[in-house]
């Protein structure tokens, strides 16, 4: 005979509250950056961090917010140029980039705790299977395309039983050409503002970043056919 907990279904009420509260902190969040969307360009940002000692925690800070409502890594990534310039720039973009990624990945996982099971999303589930059996390869694969939101692939990753380990690692690789090419611009945009041509090598920099980003798809679903082996 099995013995009932009689404090279980508190506990358990307790989670689905926690949950519930979470979604909808993170929707309130999310609206409110749509409403206010016209505040936020990197010029506004530029200005209310750039002149605080702690500039790099307060972007770091911003960073991870920003991640978990949808806010385009392309704005901070610039944004970071305009501050730190190009190599401090890339170093603070991914360390927050790789935070935002960590943790809107965890809230997924803590909100859905195996509500949701991928086989019952017919667009989603088969592709995010092949991300969960790929392993980091596959993370550093989907990470790459710039036509999924960064928000979107934390979260949806997220549903998924990928190791943190592997995730964190796909992630970090996956971002790094589209962030180096964020950043270079914004610094070459600095730069190009004080004047002279200081500003042409962290330009051609960001288009060797942004072309190596686009490449790489393309190469890995080449060789991907070749192989025989499904994506």
Request: with cysteine; proline share 6%; net charge positive.
């Amino acid at each position: 005979m099995t013995l009932s907990c009689p404090r279980s279904a508190p506990i358990a009420r307790l989670r689905l509250a926690g949950r519930l509260f979470v979604l909808a902190l993170l929707a309130a969040g999310a609206i409110g950056v749509w409403l206010h969307r016209g505040d936020l360009d990197p010029s506004t940002l530029t200005s209310a961090i750039a002149h605080y000692p702690a500039a790099p925690l307060i972007f770091l800070a911003l960073h991870v917010i920003a991640s978990l409502l949808f806010v385009p890594r392309t704005m901070l990534g610039i944004v970071a140029g305009l501050i730190f310039g190009l190599w401090w720039g890339v170093v603070w973009t991914t360390l927050g980039s790789l935070a935002g990624a960590v943790t809107g990945f965890l809230i997924a996982r803590y909100v859905n705790g195996g509500l949701i099971d991928l086989e019952s999303l017919p667009r989603f589930g088969p592709v995010l299977q092949r991300a969960e059996a790929g392993g980091w390869r596959a993370v550093t694969m989907l990470r790459l395309v710039p036509l999924i939101p960064h928000t979107l692939s934390n979260y949806a990753l997220g549903l998924t039983r990928l190791s943190l380990g592997g995730y964190t690692v796909g992630s970090l690789l996956g971002q790094m050409p589209m962030t180096i090419a964020y950043v270079s611009f914004g610094a070459a945009g600095e730069r190009a503002s004080a004047g002279g041509h200081r500003w042409l090598v962290p330009a051609l920099i960001g288009g060797a970043a942004l072309a190596l980003s686009l490449l790489l798809p393309r190469l890995h679903k080449n060789r991907v056919a070749a192989s025989g082996k499904p994506r």
